[in-house]
């Protein structure tokens, strides 16, 4: 309120993103801006990284997948094949029933407005440790359904906002049976196509990952591509700065440009809701904030992470492609879209992780922990087989979890030492010991 919407300039994007590739050797980053029309790509890599990098460059794009599953449904909407308000039981094959809470079914829309009820992951998503470098890769249509079946609901849908992968995984399922198809086919013939998405893929394979640029791990470990099979519709598409250039151009330009109506329907807010205190509208995935007007989403693999954010009223956009599992990235796609409001992030030399009193790891259960650790001066919470989140205090030794309904608090012995921490989510409390 009152801060004149600026965009950073060339020279300041430029230090930015030199200043992440010097604090992570192994970085390769791909950016592009627009600003009133006007675009510019930037391609910075760290000094361990030998790759060149250029517009053709592929990485995942992890969760920013999300949006062009809303996009889908908008499209479908729109051509009159589904409803928003169709109870998901319309599109689920025999045997497979959906639950209800109270008699209020799960709908599309609340699939896609993060409101289902369902939680974050599947139940019986393999999140052991073995499993932990490629979490989804053997998880089957099946599987997702015997995890529907099984499932009671704790909450009316629509009543609470909740990030679901789970909800989005099944949302593309939903949308191929209408149609009679796979995800990643019908999404490349609905969406990518007609935009001219030509280099991006919604099913990795050993051929198309030839142009894959090595991936990293939020400490610098080499890390695996993620690979989802056909559940792709909540994070397998790897993409470049060409085609996500197109995408984001193709967003700011909505109503008008091909899928211009289906952009427009998927950005437009349904659903209001408070994140850690901060008041976002969501629409079809989209996240758009109450207070900037800025729309975005971001997106993050076991070694990539990618980010996505415009303003139209402004006319800026900015796309950020990293094979750096870390999301400070975000931090740094807000302060190129809004330099005067949002900071540029103070990054720690090869990305080593700062002292902590927090830091170490929590076991839930024999197979389920958590990791606390501390980066560029921002605490993070991970848990098995999940991407790092950002833990923002509440006071005391209490933390909310960035982007969940959940909070942490620590345990400290006599002398103050961490002992511990008990997450609450969900109306539960579950305690984890920290090891020694």
């Not at 998503?125 to 079946?149: F, G, H, I, Q």
């Not at 349904?270 to 109450?290: C, E, F, P, Q, R």
């Amino acid at each position: 309120m009152g801060v004149a919407l600026v965009f950073a300039p060339a020279g300041e994007i430029k230090s930015t993103l030199a200043a992440y590739a010097a604090a992570h050797p192994h970085a390769a980053i791909a950016a592009a801006t627009i600003e009133n029309g006007s675009q510019a790509a930037y391609f910075v890599r760290g000094s361990s990284m030998t790759q060149g990098i250029d517009d053709r460059t592929r990485f995942q794009i992890g969760s920013i997948t999300k949006t062009f599953t809303g996009t889908l449904l908008a499209q479908m909407v729109l051509a009159g094949e589904v409803k928003l308000d169709d109870p998901i039981q319309m599109y689920l094959p025999a045997g497979v029933t959906a639950p209800a809470y109270r008699g209020t079914p799960i709908t599309l829309l609340s699939l896609a407005e993060q409101n289902s009820g369902l939680p974050r992951l599947q139940p019986n998503l393999d999140v052991s440790p073995e499993r932990l470098s490629n979490p989804y890769a053997p998880y089957t249509t099946a599987m997702l359904y015997d995890a529907l079946n099984h499932l009671t609901l704790t909450r009316k849908p629509g009543a609470q906002y909740e990030y679901s992968n789970f909800g989005v995984t099944l949302l593309g399922q939903l949308l191929a049976n209408a149609a009679h198809s796979t995800y990643a086919d019908l999404l490349e013939e609905r969406v990518l196509r007609p935009l001219g998405m030509n280099d991006t893929v919604v099913v990795g394979s050993a051929s198309s990952r030839v142009n894959l640029v090595p991936g990293f791990a939020v400490d610098d470990s080499p890390a695996v591509p993620w690979d989802f099979g056909t559940l792709g519709a909540a994070g397998s598409i790897e993409s470049d700065l060409h085609d996500m250039t197109i995408y984001l151009r193709a967003n700011m330009a909505a109503p008008d440009g091909v899928l211009g109506k289906a952009m427009e329907l998927a950005q437009g807010p349904h659903w209001t809701y408070a994140d850690n205190g901060m008041s976002n509208k969501i629409g079809l995935l989209w996240v758009t904030s109450s207070i900037s007007g800025d729309t975005w989403h971001n997106g993050e693999t076991g070694g990539y992470h990618a980010d996505i954010s415009f303003n139209k009223n402004a006319g800026f956009g900015v796309v950020l492609l990293t094979n750096t599992a870390n999301m400070i990235v975000d931090q740094i796609a807000a302060h190129i879209l809004a330099p005067a409001r949002v900071p540029a992030p103070t990054l720690v030399a090869n990305g080593e992780r700062e002292p902590s009193p927090y830091s170490g790891v929590y076991s839930l259960t024999p197979t389920f922990s958590v990791t606390i650790f501390k980066s560029n001066g921002q605490l993070y919470a991970q848990a098995t087989g999940q991407e790092a989140l950002e833990l923002v205090s509440r006071g005391g030794q209490t933390f909310a979890v960035k982007g969940v309904e959940a909070t942490v608090t620590f345990d400290a012995d006599s002398t103050g030492k961490i002992t511990g921490l008990t997450l609450h989510q969900n109306g539960r409390d579950m305690h984890a010991a920290k090891s020694p």
